[in-house]
């Protein structure tokens, strides 16, 4: 069944099951130590220097709030986001040079090579587009030695793609590993976006920068595959907590409904405006229309905390309870779903 809803742009919205691809997730690499706890023998360490005492826990290399903690009163908070997972090697040569191989996790075309380092905070990277349930997700694979493929190339699940390796800022021979991403993709107009809100940091990367790319929860989903072989992102994601809501105005270039339309949970026609839910990660879980008109990005719900809301938000949202809002980074983030409107 399809329609256009009336007075939004021409999206087609189908709510019928589409075909596509199943998921068939297989690791990138041999290391399937996530399948026995994970832990130190799965994810590489991070360094840290935390009130002077340094060490090196594992726990850094996985998804989500895992880096730089602050102290507050209300206990240590995670502040940094991590959108996906390192997964250390398996194999070293006589110099101690990894030389794991990275293989494609599922079938899929590759969409994106970067073969300069010094260019992207993932150093040497590659961006391969599934189509799963007629919807595209980009896996994202980082800090690459060698890149094998080539932009265009289709590629098959377990297919090698590349060698692991440690290029990218702050990274050394010790702390090699394959930085392993799945995502959303945000806007086809995020190229302008960037040129706008970042005028003097060039992007080398198009469409496929990272800030374009929002991770899911990477290592949630290989578990939860694993039980249940028929998944799809749609019902991995229904699981997840809303964290905040924005409402954003009707526009034409508001993209996510047709690229994903499982988001996309009511229709109708005298809404004026979208509100999206949001998981801390800032993965969209669901759009809705609203019928009240809207002329720029506007919080309209955020999860009670103990703390400042930019502590839970990567510093999209400031504040608590009847003073949080969205900062500028988090308006400029929300604008780019609708950008250039």
Not at 289 to 315: A, H, M, N, W
Request: with cysteine; proline share 5%; aromatic share 12%.
């Amino acid at each position: 069944m399809r329609f256009v809803l009336r007075g939004f742009p021409a999206f087609i919205f189908v709510f019928a099951s589409v075909t596509g691809e199943a998921l068939d997730l297989g690791l990138p690499t041999d290391n399937d130590a996530i399948f026995r706890g994970g832990g130190a023998e799965f994810y590489q360490y991070i360094e840290r220097d935390y009130k002077g005492t340094k060490s090196t826990p594992w726990e850094g290399g996985q998804y989500g709030f895992v880096r730089n903690p602050v102290e507050t009163a209300a206990g240590i908070f995670y502040t940094r986001f991590h959108e996906g997972i390192d997964i250390k090697p398996m194999q070293r040569d006589a110099n101690g040079e990894p030389i794991d191989e990275v293989r494609a996790i599922s079938a899929g075309k590759v969409v994106y090579v970067n073969t300069i380092a010094s260019y992207s905070n993932y150093g040497r990277y590659i961006v391969v587009e599934h189509r799963w349930e007629g919807a595209p997700y980009y896996s994202l694979y980082g800090h690459l030695s060698s890149p094998l493929t080539r932009v265009g190339q289709s590629v098959q699940r377990g297919e090698k793609i590349a060698v692991m390796g440690y290029t990218g800022e702050g990274l050394n021979r010790e702390r090699a590993h394959l930085h392993l991403e799945i995502n959303l993709l945000l806007s086809r107009n995020f190229e302008a976006w960037h040129d706008a809100v970042y005028r003097n940091d060039p992007n080398h990367h198009g469409i496929f920068n990272g800030l374009n790319l929002q991770g899911i929860d990477v290592a949630k989903l290989y578990l939860a595959d694993r039980e249940n072989s028929s998944l799809t992102i749609p019902q991995f994601l229904a699981n997840e907590e809303t964290f905040y809501k924005v409402a954003l105005p009707k526009a034409r270039h508001f993209e996510l409904p047709g690229r994903y339309p499982w988001l996309v949970k009511s229709v109708n026609s005298s809404r004026q405006a979208w509100e999206v839910s949001f998981a801390r990660s800032g993965v969209p879980l669901k759009i809705e229309p609203i019928d009240r008109p809207v002329s720029q990005p506007e919080l309209t719900y955020v999860k009670r905390t103990e703390v400042d809301c930019s502590f839970y938000t990567r510093g999209e949202i400031a504040g608590r309870g009847a003073s949080a809002h969205l900062t500028e980074s988090g308006k400029a983030q929300m604008r780019l779903l609708t950008w250039p409107d």
